[in-house]
């Protein structure tokens, strides 16, 4: 995504070394330091979506679990016995 920021960053740049303009210069770095920040902001979000993902599956899992038959935990003891 920042990619091409990143790029035409690295252009700008070398080209306001190449005719001693400053100005194209900082543009240049301006450019590659937006790439960062985009790249950055990908990353994050990505990192938001799997932790919502594996939160949306616990949940599921859980439910699933708690819809399931409970099995009795005195089921097999002789009568009037109890754990």
Known sequence: MGLQDDV????KEAEGKLTDDKSRE??????????KAKDALEDAKD?????IDRTREEIAER???ADAPQRDPRAG???G???
């Open 63 to 65: 439910r699933a679990s």
């Open 47 to 51: 990192a938001a979506d799997n932790v």
């Open 8 to 11: 035409t960053g690295k252009a």
């Open 77 to 79: 003891q002789p009568p």
């Open 81 to 83: 016995q109890t754990r």
């Open 26 to 35: 900082a543009e240049g770095k301006l450019d590659q330091a937006k790439g």
